[in-house]
């Protein structure tokens, strides 16, 4: 469905084999990439919102959340930071603007690797740092989700289980098969 210019929008639907009727949403990845030292990886957009941002973008047709993360990872840090995929930390949804009303938000957390951060494509001569949670709660640093601090915490704590090992959870149970 088509939203009308001036109007309020609705989600356009999509319909599975047996009829049943399901909302479609764009998607956002806020992708929370975090060293070895517990530091998480932010940018500062030239001519973007102001601050220091996770990486963050949208999901391209046909794209899985984990793909679509993956990808962000090297259009905004560079093609040689290497980085572990280890799951979402948190999914919510919230209104965008006026003709996408409907949004979904999903916070995926990934242990950097190594390689060097080079901001690539639409983030060239971006500023590039590693910040402490300290560091960003202290300094008020946004990081895409002002506020919303509670948003890394999260995501360090995804980061700590799989850092530590003392859970048999998988944290990315599907990366094999392509679901």
Known sequence: MTPALGGASQSPEIASADGRRFDCFPI????VVIDDDGRLLLLSRKGGRPGWQVIAGALEKGESVRDGALREVREEAGAAVRVCPLGVAHACSFVFEEVVREMVDVVYVMAYEGGEVV????MRGAQVRWATMEEVDEQQLTANAPGELWLLQRALQVWRLWRD???DVD???YAVGGR
Do not use: Q, R
């Open 28 to 31: 956002a990845v806020l992708v």
């Open 119 to 122: 901001p690539s494509d639409g």
């Open 165 to 167: 090992g003392d859970t």
């Open 171 to 173: 944290l990315e149970p």
